[in-house]
């Protein structure tokens, strides 16, 4: 799901049920509501998706095409445009796509204006740990070169902090799947120039990790103690 803050409603897309699906609600606080739209996307589950807030689209990439893990993962790009009636759903051509994957983490960067992706898994016991940004203008997808990074994972949570300017996740597995046993480290991404607060409600910072990306210096930062289990 991804929150659209020009309608103010939650959006979900996909998923299983008896079999995969591909129809979009969205849910505005008391009702869930079916979306009619064209175009969509082939059925699919655990895509990763957010919400481009400049223009106005829900940004989805990848998901699993089959109720196997032993079956390739999508690497498609799609766009969904709320504004019309009925809704569009765009599949977007783009440049350099990350590999294919499912339960990967998407969170919309707000100080630099990019999607940023980053882990899931692309086949059983196939978890990753790369992160990629996303152009929407430019329809482009850039890997970030890193010098250290968290640990592959699937089916993590990741957000993004807009008063620290940073991305923030927490959790995942690392083995497998179709199973696994799950994580609790907590870890930042954001500029260099980000103020590192001395302390999170789930612990102090313990580790600093470096990255670089076509001249930009960024931080993969692990937090420590007393997270959620």
Known sequence: MAFDSTLNVMVMFGGWSA???????TWDGKTWTAVT???PPTPRSFVGMAYDPPRNRIVIFGGNLAGSCS???SN???ELDLSVS????TQI??????????QSAMAYDVTNDRMILFGGTGGCDQSLNDTWTFDSQASTWIPLTMDGKPAARWGH?????????????FGGTTAGPPTGPPRGD??????????????????????VLLVLSFGTLALWRARGTSQPV
């Open 157 to 169: 949570s990741f957000v993004y902090d807009v008063a620290r300017s940073e991305g923030l996740m």
């Open 186 to 207: 907590t870890w930042s991404f954001g500029e260099r120039a980000a103020v590192i607060p001395a302390a999170s409600s789930w612990g102090l910072i313990v580790l």
């Open 76 to 78: 498609q790009t799609f």
């Open 19 to 25: 079999g995969l699906m591909n129809d979009t609600w």
């Open 93 to 102: 051509a783009t440049a350099n796509a990350p590999p294919r994957r499912a």
């Open 37 to 39: 739209t064209t175009s």
């Open 71 to 73: 079956f390739p993962p």
């Open 86 to 89: 009925p809704a569009t759903w």
